[in-house]
């Protein structure tokens, strides 16, 4: 369960910085990231492989989320509890005197 959990919150945040980077008119942070990427893959091929990694990762947490709704087993915290069994006989209680009327 808690890696589920850590892989999730890994990918979200990944997910999160790609997008972050991305402008879709070229400026923006994609210009400014290592300086030197875009020197040497050019900016369209940039901008292709955040677009990639931005659909790849939302379907790794989509993924992840669906695997860990099937694969964490369920609580079995209070709301599943058995309820104990209730005594169906009610206490024995000390017999109460009749009324005393007053004679006449």
């Given at each position: 369960m808690i890696l589920f959990v850590i892989l999730i919150i890994l990918?979200?945040?990944?997910?999160?910085?790609?997008?972050?980077?991305?402008?879709?008119k070229g400026g923006g942070l994609a210009g400014n990231v290592g300086g030197f990427s875009n020197q040497l893959m050019g900016v369209k091929?940039?901008?292709?492989?955040?677009?990639k990694g931005t659909w790849a990762l939302a379907i790794v947490v989509g993924l992840l989320c669906l695997f860990s709704a099937v694969f964490v087993p369920k609580a079995s915290g209070s709301s599943q509890r058995i309820?104990?069994?209730v005594n169906a006989t009610a206490p024995i209680s000390a017999p109460t005197p009749a009324p005393v009327t007053p004679a006449k």
């Open positions: 990918a979200c945040v990944i997910l999160g910085l790609i997008i972050l980077v991305q402008n879709p091929q940039t901008t292709d492989v955040l677009e309820p104990e069994k």
